[in-house]
């Protein structure tokens, strides 16, 4: 049982360029979501969905798309990269049921912007 | 969403309990109350969660008060490896997001 997959570990983009973080998970949960972490900061939420064909917008989801056409498969994109968006980004997947499940994390991709 | 406050750092002897409190004074009937903690970058792991009951299992307890209005998680007898930082979540009802403050950064000292 893998849980929550996240590719690639590390990437370095130069401003403007464009790039898919992926995330898959393989328990069958309903609720995926994207975080970003700054450096000595918490997690911000981007983007979540609540099931396949079904997301919205988190605390900060300027910058970023995201689709959800599988249950498994919750990728994140960056249209034109900046530099304000290095950072780690963590994938997270739950349960359906309300409040009652925890999440599960990826390893993060640490993500350079230059 | 119901908000949480914690206190930004806390420090605890080796082998000694930590009690590490959380404020949730506007949290409804039906949300619940979920520690995360994050250990050097890595992804966030989850603890314990409870409702109104008092919650224990292999790595914490977790005592709710009467009102609801706080908690408090408590690490048995903590060890070098429990530094990190810790984070407490009221699950927000729609749309189910699960939504981050800033954390308590516990440093266990030997």
């Known amino acids: 049982n893998a849980g929550v997959t996240q590719t690639p570990k590390f990437q370095v983009l130069k401003t403007g360029q464009s790039m898919t973080l992926q995330c898959a998970q393989d328990?069958?949960?309903?609720?995926m979501s994207w975080y970003r972490q700054d450096p000595g900061m918490g997690l911000r939420l981007i983007h979540y969905s609540v099931g396949a064909g079904i997301t919205d917008q988190g605390e900060v989801p300027n910058g970023y798309n995201v689709s959800r056409s599988t249950t498994e498969d919750f990728p994140l994109r960056l249209l034109s990269a900046a530099p304000s968006q290095t950072s780690v980004y963590f994938c997270?997947?739950?349960?359906?049921?309300?409040?009652?499940?925890?999440?599960?994390f990826g390893q993060g991709t640490r993500l350079t912007v230059v | 969403d119901a908000k949480t406050t914690q206190p930004t750092s806390m420090d605890c002897a080796e082998g000694r309990a930590a009690n590490l409190p959380c404020n949730h004074s506007t949290i409804s009937g039906n949300e619940y109350v979920y520690w995360y903690r994050q250990i050097h970058s890595q992804g966030p792991q989850y603890i314990i969660h409870g409702l109104k009951n008092n919650e224990t299992n292999e790595m914490a307890s977790l005592i709710i008060t009467e009102d609801r209005k706080s908690s408090t998680l408590i690490l048995p007898h903590a060890t070098l490896r429990d530094t990190a930082v810790y984070y407490c979540i009221v699950r927000v009802e729609y749309g189910n997001k699960l939504v981050f403050g800033a954390g308590t950064i516990l440093r266990v000292k030997s």
């Open positions: 328990m069958n949960h309903e609720y």
């Open positions: 997270a997947s739950y349960g359906g049921a309300l409040g009652n499940t925890e999440a599960f």
